[in-house]
């Protein structure tokens, strides 16, 4: 594979600023690059492709868990905290990982899960074999159930991958679990529990990790009554710092703590907080300097494309990052999401379960009701609308091909969790689960799994993976490959002060223009038709520009423009 020539990145500097606008590429480890042949992607298949990292121009990878695990939720269910699952590889491969990373100028944040660990614990499989009452229960949500034996759950409650948020253990007491049964959660008012996960973050931190993403970090912090609330109940409750499960004020107190042992490393450990909350405001606590410093904004990637209500986010999170110092963050396409390719072939607000006969399928149909031409070219203008914003950008692995959900994985050959707890109409996460966008990478046009590993891959990858692999599209020009190297490389040039201001003139019906420092200009026509190319030098669009027949260069619909204005 040749890659694009690109800036050499500068060797790592200890700059304690440095995620702020970061472009920050996310790596799912089981289905990145498989090394070993053994079917799941691995740290091998990281260290093989760090040229290809380098050649994206990202400053960071987050990598998603790759800690020993059943994989009852990809991953996200942890046995040890502090190793390496043999099947993605060691702790020496890790920091062969890491230093390999570094040379190539790219930082590594890795993903912590602390509201729960899996079944398959040391401490839980220890609450099971202990009595009532013990402290080896005390570390987890234990309680008795109802009705006369205590056979009914303790309360009604529902795990956010549906079905039941209470399992009973053989002598009868229920654990509490907010996802899968799977997943106990943890109970952080015991002592050893933050001790631990300090020991975890100090852990990666030696080893040169340089920052962490805090899976559910609006969960820590129960506070649950004796007498406990019906589900009904919980779910009228406020979330505003008092609810007993979610976004809790003294779950800061657990932050404050991180905070100052990120702070002992030079330059400090930075964190960002993968945080559900009710407002913009609430959200800013977990971002504030004192806490984890940073949190996720996930308003782009639940907006449907739309000018007003773009600029409305923009304008909001700049606004709640500007009070407590940090950065926003800029989402489109994650692990949990439908990719956004797809989503914007959809119907606005569509991409959501609709049932089809027996099937479940993405509204309109698997394929028939996606304008897939229509979601990549909005796709590709979302993202460069987004690498031009100040704040850093979270780029999930496989949109720089522009790919598209898979759809069409047989419901025997799905592995989430959040698909396989409930057939019925409230199945979350989008109708589908999660799996459409955890297909491993196409590398290779053809050959074993298109290049991700010589053992095939762990879900089944589509034949049209073959035009949207690295291979295809490394080096083509117009492909999203190289529009995403091209915006990267220019971020990187261009990216200044954190400012941005509306262009007021441009800014009008479905186009949307700002600029940012040095006159860089970025300008997104969202709807169909053509609209005047504002003035300036083109420096990088998403889709080719047009020209009338009276030869004035226009923006076509669903683009996005990078220009230069002279200041
Ligand atoms: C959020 C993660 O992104 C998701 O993948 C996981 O299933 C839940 N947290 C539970 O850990």
Redesign the pocket.
Known sequence: MTTAPTTAPSALQADPDWWRQAAVYQIYPRSFADGNGDGIGDLRGIISRVPYLRSLGIDAVWLSPFYPSALA??G?DVDDYRDVDPRIGTLEEFDEMVAALHAAGIRLIVDV?P??SSDRHEWFQEALASPKGSDARARYIFRDGRGENGQEPPADWTSIFSGPAWTQVPDGQWYLHS?ATE?PDFNWKHPEVREDFLRTVAFWSDRGVDGFRI??AHGLAKDLPEELPSAAELSAMPKDGTHPLWDRDDVHEIYAEWRELFDRYDPPRIAVA?AWVDSPERRARYASPEGLGQAFNFDLMEADFDAAHFREIVTDNLAQSALTGSSTTWVFSN??GVRHATRYGLPPRAGRPVKQGAEWVLAGGPESGIDRELGLRRARAATLFELALPGSAYLYQGEELGLHEVAEIPDAQRQDPAFWRTTTEDRGFDGLGRDGCRVPLPWTRTGPSFGFGAAGAHLPQPAWFAEVSVEAEDGAAGSTLEMYRAALRLRAELQGEEVLEWDEQISTGDTLGFVRPDGWVSVTNFGLAATALPEGEVLLSSSPLETTADGDAVLPGSTTVWLRRSV
């Open positions: 939720d990809g996200y899960v509201n729960h996802f997943q899976d559910v993968e692990h949990d």
